[in-house]
């Protein structure tokens, strides 16, 4: 079946744009999670959905970022004004709830902010 | 406090060698799930092994293995038999029940297989 997807795979932006991306979780998945990674280093958690509850927005760096979830499936991360310490990977994964269900992690949209 | 730690930010290992990875968690949570995954510098994510805090039995995955230490809080991840393809990045993760079941990432180990 199909995997996570997201989109665009690649984005170059000038300073100070607004940008959006998108993530299309496995279907019947009711979790969902926006990481960031940059280059060579880890992942920072950014945003978590699970179900009908209130997100876990704890991982956001700044109130420039936001993300929503629509229906329970689609999720669209925004960026506004972006700065050039924006420049990322940004990986959407989904799961099933339950702790013994594992994430499976979209590939990614690399994020370049000139 | 760091819920999981990885302690060893680069490693190198000759080809054919055994592995381990460590990995030492903190939850108060009884009920959780650890796991592993692999970051190859293409970039996408690779899930390789899961461990439940009530499994008995050491989870095991082919050439992958996790050494569970409930009462030392670690879940060392073990690669028998390394192969030049196993260079990448391996993170563990923590998900924890009755919390937000929201899952942990620790910062990850650089793997370098030697020829």
């Known amino acids: 079946g199909a995997g996570v997807s997201q989109s665009p795979s690649n984005k170059v932006t000038e300073k100070g744009k607004d940008v959006e991306l998108r993530c299309d979780p496995i279907?019947?998945?009711?979790?969902l999670y926006w990481y960031r990674q940059s280059l060579g280093q880890g992942l920072e958690f950014l945003i978590y959905f699970q179900g009908n509850s209130a997100p876990d927005k704890s991982g956001l760096p700044s109130d420039r970022f936001s993300a929503e979830r629509t229906g329970g499936s689609v999720s669209t991360l925004t960026i506004q004004r972006t700065q050039q310490e924006d420049s990322a990977v940004y990986l959407c994964?989904?799961?099933?709830?339950?702790?013994?269900?594992?994430?499976?992690f979209g590939p990614g949209t690399r994020l370049t902010v000139t | 406090a760091q819920k999981i730690t990885q302690t060893q930010p680069g490693m190198f290992v000759q080809e054919k060698e055994a592995v381990t990875l460590d990995c030492t968690y903190d939850?108060?949570?009884?009920?959780?799930?650890l796991f592993w995954y692999k970051q190859p510098s293409s970039g996408e994510m690779i899930f390789l092994i899961y461990?439940?805090?009530?499994?008995?039995q050491n989870a095991t995955e082919g050439r992958y293995s996790l050494n569970f230490q409930k009462a030392r809080k670690s879940a060392n991840l073990v690669i028998s038999a390394s192969q030049l393809g196993d260079s990448a990045m391996y993170f563990c993760a923590m998900r924890e029940m009755n919390r937000d079941d929201k899952i942990i990432f620790g910062k990850g180990t650089r793997l370098h297989i030697l020829p």
């Open positions: 279907s019947g998945h009711t979790a």
């Open positions: 994964a989904s799961s099933f709830a339950g702790s013994s269900y594992e994430q499976y």
């Open positions: 939850t108060s949570d009884p009920s959780y799930g």
């Open positions: 461990q439940g805090s009530y499994d008995q």
